[in-house]
């Protein structure tokens, strides 16, 4: 098998697309398969300085650069892209594409597999940046459509997408993703000197994602002002991640709350930190209304934290038992959960417990073995 992968999420600072890319990269180099990562080069070559030395300038098959002139993609003009410029005869019948970031790239000779990490641009239209739903809604039904098989980040997700498509259930299988095995807890010296070096709090609840409006943000400023108003907690609230789109509200609530000095954005964290940044926290919070999967759940209760999320989509896939779900816009039921993690200490112990195990059921292994056996399904046609 000759396995092309979108190696497109690999550059510049890596989101979960990126991550998820970087391990399935990692586990298939570990065997002897045959992998070629495509990338654009002249972006690469801009960006180098933010690319770990392991994750790309060890792959010793060719970095095929392309410029996806989406007007392009005629089926006359197939052949002038990389996949298939690189396959012999007898290769033809034998390479896939798998396409890690919903679309795909034009091929005559491989089969494609897409991965659809969810479909909240079509769920919610309203509350996407309307020049990304332009594009994912003239792509991604392309992509679909000319896939041989499509893999979902969760069962969730795969309803979604039997929902939106009139596909065969069969055509889409659900391989979940995993955390890093770098999340474990830190030691207190480590800890401390991260914090030290962000200005965090000594005590604080955690939420770690993009700021964009399902993530439900807003919400989550509200329950951390009820907690301070009942309870007088002492924890800071600590927000990691990248501004996404349509934010202004999470800063207007913040303004309107006067919760300006009890309320820390870190903009996007050093890699080798953030563990130490989860490890740190009193709680994680995560009330996001839609997830195509929810790594950080899983970062989290691997780096022993006690995690608090909402009850929508496929979150309760992933926390199972292991944390307090509420609906995610219950404020009081957020409010009353949190506090009790704060303050019962067998609680606390119960959630921590819990939560290593449930995140020792997901690995990147597995999801590599999953994805692989999804390549032979393509290749044989099933």
């Known amino acids: 098998m000759k396995i092309y992968i979108d190696g497109q999420p690999l550059i510049g600072n890596k989101t979960g697309i990126g991550y998820y890319t970087q391990n399935l990269v990692e586990s298939y180099l570990k065997t002897n398969l ?3 990562i495509i990338t654009n080069q002249i972006l690469n070559r801009k960006r180098t300085d933010t690319l770990a030395e392991n994750e790309v300038s060890h792959i010793n098959n060719k970095l095929f650069p392309y410029k996806v002139l989406r ?58 940046d309307e020049s990304i739903y332009k594009y994912m809604m003239k792509w ?12 979902a980040d ?8 039997l929902a939106f498509f009139d596909i065969p259930e069969d055509k889409v299988n659900v391989v979940y993703l995993a955390a890093d095995n770098r999340f474990q807890k830190r030691s207190i010296e480590d800890i401390h000197l991260v914090k030290s070096k962000y200005k965090l709090p000594e005590k604080y609840i955690l939420y770690v994602g993009t700021l964009e409006p399902k993530k439900n943000l807003v919400t ?3 329950v951390y002002y009820q907690l301070k108003k009942r309870y007088a907690i002492e924890e800071k609230l600590v927000i990691v991640g990248a501004k996404g789109w349509k934010f ?30 989860y490890s740190g926290a009193s709680i994680f919070a995560f009330p996001s209304t839609y997830e195509g999967f929810g790594i950080p759940l899983l970062e989290a209760m691997q780096c022993e934290v006690p995690v608090v999320a909402s009850n929508a989509s496929c979150i309760p896939e992933v926390v199972g038992e292991a944390g307090l779900l509420f609906d995610p816009y219950d404020i009081d039921g957020w ?12 609680l606390r112990a119960e959630l921590i417990h819990k939560g290593l195990q449930q995140a020792s059921q997901f690995s990147w292994e597995k999801t590599a073995k999953e994805t692989l056996a999804v390549y ?7």
């Open 335 to 346: 409010v009353e959960g949190m506090h009790n993690i704060l303050t019962k200490e067998a």
């Open 71 to 128: 007007k392009l993609m005629l089926p006359t003009l197939f052949y002038k892209y990389p996949i298939d410029a690189n396959l012999n005869k007898e290769e033809r019948g034998n390479a896939v594409y798998h396409a890690t970031n919903f679309i795909t790239l034009p091929t005559k000779y491989a089969k494609q597999v897409i991965t659809i990490h969810d479909l909240a641009f079509m769920k919610f239209p309203e509350v996407v």
């Open 154 to 161: 969760s069962i969730h997700t795969k309803r979604d997408i």
């Open 248 to 277: 202004d509200s999470i800063f207007e609530k913040i303004q309107q709350l006067e919760l300006q000095d009890n309320i820390c954005f870190t903009g996007y964290i050093d890699d080798e930190d953030v563990p130490s940044i």
């Open 376 to 382: 032979e399904k393509a290749l044989k046609g099933d």
């Open 34 to 36: 045959d992998v070629i």
């Open 140 to 151: 991604v039904p392309y992509s679909i459509s000319r896939a041989d098989q499509i893999i």
């Open 220 to 222: 989550l400023i509200e």
